[in-house]
């Protein structure tokens, strides 16, 4: 039985569909509050609970063999890195040790060891690696670049504008992952000998730089992007004054910060080591959605 966290977001649904295609047995921890139908179609199980509790996460990992740990802060998510990206971890690898579980996936971030003091989720995610990685489970760290899916919404406000928003440096790179891809590296992940107690960095196949998304929008669409840039410390400005009425969204938006002034891209060798080591070839942003957005 796979047990898998955030299985309605954008990461955990494919996890959940691709394990169901695969016909193995799915627990899926959803919120009462959540979009969970075509999980429940798909024949997974649905565990209702919430990732603040702790007696949830223990009753969820009963019976469980491999944990797939996709769950993490989005708007609808009270209580922040604290208590998602990390307490809720924590956790989970401590239940699940006690259920005798046989592997633990943890998706983690692209540049997670990179020390970035002001991005909670970064913090807590390197914390929660260190303590999977000493607590006696087998593991997998999959650190992954931004996720192509994200994109979708994106791209269809531009079919119906034109208009791409870039805040920051245009020239900034990323390898941004297909999500389909990612989610097959989780599921297998656990069972693949030689993902056993091993970090990745997951991206796509290719270095873009942050306007080449523009780019491709328009190709898809067949029109010339309009590309509205403002510059990163209008976002600064907005989080200084956010600081007097929420400092929680203050904090979060640290996270964002982080991710729009840094570089988040893998190299060669390890598309390579991903690609040999689960034996497919990763899919390039452009292809990705193109799939979608055709459908
Ligand atoms: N998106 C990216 O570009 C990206 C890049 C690198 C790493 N990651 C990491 O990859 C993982 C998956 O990301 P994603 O974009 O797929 O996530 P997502 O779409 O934002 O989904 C988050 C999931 O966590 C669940 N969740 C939040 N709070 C919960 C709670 N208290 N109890 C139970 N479930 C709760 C949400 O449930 P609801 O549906 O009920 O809200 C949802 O299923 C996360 O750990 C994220 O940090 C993401």
Redesign the pocket.
Known sequence: MFLV??????????VVRLLREREMPVRA???L????GELEQRGAELFI?????ER?IQKACQGVEYVI???????????GAQ???YR?NIDLIDAAKAAGVKHFV?????GVDRGYEDAP?FKA?RAVERYLQASGLNYTIL?????A??LLPLAERFQQTGIYLLIGDAKTRTS??S?DD?ARIAVESATNSEAQNQIFAVGGPDILERVDIARIFGRIFNREPVIVNPPLFLLDGVRSALGFVNPDAQRSLGTLRT?LANE?FITQAEVDRLETTFGFKLEPLESFLRRYLSA
């Not at 943890?106 to 692209?110: G, K």
């Open positions: 966290t955030g299985a309605t977001g954008g990461l955990g649904r494919r921890f959803v919120q509050t959540s979009r969970y609970g919430d990732l603040r509790e949830d740990s996709a769950h993490g802060t989005n708007a609808s998510t009270e209580g208590a998602i990206d809720a943890f998706i983690s971030v692209l989720v995610k650190r992954p670049s931004g996720f899916s994200n941004i992952v999500t990612l991710l988040f």
